[in-house]
Nanobody
Framework: QVQLVESGGGSVQAGGSLRLSCAVF????????MGWFRQAPGKEREGVAG????????YYADSVKGRFTISQDNAKNTLYLQMNSLKPEDTAMYYC????????????????????WGQGTQVTVSS
């Protein structure tokens, strides 16, 4: 059973930075996809960033391109999301997600493609 534990959320002023972490436990194969998602109050959950270990490619929502960076530290079994130039509209609960194997069609930001989810970490950006 794969388990994910997010941390690193908090409150920051617009223009600031935060780095989210997601510790991953219990995975048994080295071919997998991971992603960061977020959900603001009253809105649907949306994909923010994702990657596949097999190809090494990263994928970003248009709203965060150039500001957010997804990365992984294999030695620490940890996924990161570096968030720079934060905006009030980035305020949301942020979740990391995991699935084995690749995702057809490049749908690395599709919620339905991921099987395992963390509990979330809150990010609040004030203007």
């Amino acid at each position: 059973q794969v388990q994910l534990v997010e941390s690193g959320g908090g409150s920051v002023q617009a223009g600031g930075s935060l780095r989210l972490s997601c510790a991953v436990f219990g995975y048994t194969y080295n071919s997998y996809c991971m992603g960061w998602f977020r959900q603001a109050p009253g809105k649907e959950r949306e994909g923010v960033a994702g990657f596949y270990t097999g190809g090494g490619s990263t994928y970003y929502a248009d709203s965060v391109k150039g500001r957010f960076t997804i990365s992984q530290d294999n030695a620490k079994n940890t996924l990161y999301l570096q968030m720079n130039s934060l905006k009030p509209e980035d305020t949301a609960m942020y979740y990391c997600a995991f699935r084995y194997g690749h995702i057809d069609g490049g749908l690395y930001l599709a919620i339905a493609e991921y099987k395992y989810w963390g509990q979330g970490t809150q990010v609040t950006v004030s203007s």
